[in-house]
């Protein structure tokens, strides 16, 4: 086991090991590609044993999908899941990973479709189920998923419908495939001017622009709007051009989505899992003005 990730360490690990599958976070991955791109020895000591990656956590953006499809050509696998659901509920295949690298690019956005015995719905606000497109909460259905949690029937109580539906807390959507869509977690969502914004609809788009290297978008009290659109960017090199970045939101989504402040950092905050840690961002920007 290592103690913290780290590429050079862990190619060492598999080439000692003869290892044949890894888990990573996107995030982890993308430093693993970058390091065997520099390094061809790296990366033939990885293609001679491994068989597959799997990754959870956050969508694979096509470009980095292709990336560990040309440097690693192995297999990938995607899960969804977390502890209450006894790990992944729902799974993207290796198969569904090489339609979106050869034609179906969409779904290398999706978080694949509900693993035996489980049971996936979307629900609006009054619990109703929502049909296929419809964004809404994520529920789950299956004997995997918890019956509760320990001494606690209040949070319980708050975290399955009437029907016996376990509520995850992410919105998304399910289309005619039955392939579930992720749009972002609940408490993610940016309320401005009354409107709803996806943080990770911007995040795509603001990805698209040369120098931006890592990026996660926020909502920051504004006393007119309720929230702002904030995106915080870890440049990849030179830090792009704050009016590109504007450009590309209002030239691919609605006017009210376009960040109104853009901050450059060294490093996003991460847990263990590689997720980014927007609570912790919301509270360090919210206290100190904008850069400019």
């Known amino acids: 086991m290592l103690r913290r990730f780290d590429a050079a360490t862990l190619v060492d690990a598999a080439r000692g090991h003869g290892v044949t599958s890894l888990s990573l976070a996107p995030t ?3 430093d693993l590609l970058a390091h065997v791109e520099a390094d061809p020895e790296a990366r033939d000591a990885l293609r001679a044993t491994l068989r597959v990656v799997s990754y959870g956590s956050a969508p694979m ?9 040309d440097l690693l050509g192995c297999d990938l696998n995607q899960g969804f899941g977390m502890t209450e659901l006894s790990g992944n509920a729902t799974f993207l295949s290796p198969d569904d990973h090489r339609a979106a690298i050869a034609s179906r690019p969409e779904l290398a956005a999706s978080a694949g479709r509900p693993g035996n015995g489980v049971e996936i719905a979307v629900i609006g606000a009054d619990g109703t189920p929502l049909p296929p497109g419809e964004p809404g909460e994520v529920v789950v259905r299956g004997a995997q998923v918890t019956a509760g949690y320990w001494d606690d029937p209040d949070a319980t109580a708050e975290a399955f419908t009437g029907a016996g539906w376990f509520r995850t807390g992410d919105v998304g959507r399910i289309d005619g495939d039955g392939y579930l869509y992720l749009v972002d977690r609940l408490k993610d969502v940016i309320i401005t001017g009354g409107e709803n914004v996806s943080s990770r609809e911007v995040e795509d788009v603001l990805r698209t622009v040369p120098g931006v290297g890592q ?13 702002s659109v904030c995106a915080v960017i870890v440049p990849d090199g030179v830090p792009p051009d704050g009016d590109a970045l504007i450009r590309a939101c209002r030239a691919r989504l609605a006017g009210f989505t376009t960040p109104r402040r853009v901050e450059f950092v060294d490093a996003l905050p991460r847990t263990g899992t590689g997720k980014i840690r927007k609570s912790g961002l919301r509270a360090r920007l919210a206290e100190r003005p904008a850069s400019g």
């Open 215 to 227: 990026v996660a978008v926020i909502g920051l009290p504004d006393p007119r709007w309720g929230q």
């Open 28 to 30: 982890m991955l993308e």
């Open 61 to 69: 953006p096509v470009p980095l999908l292709r990336r560990a499809d």
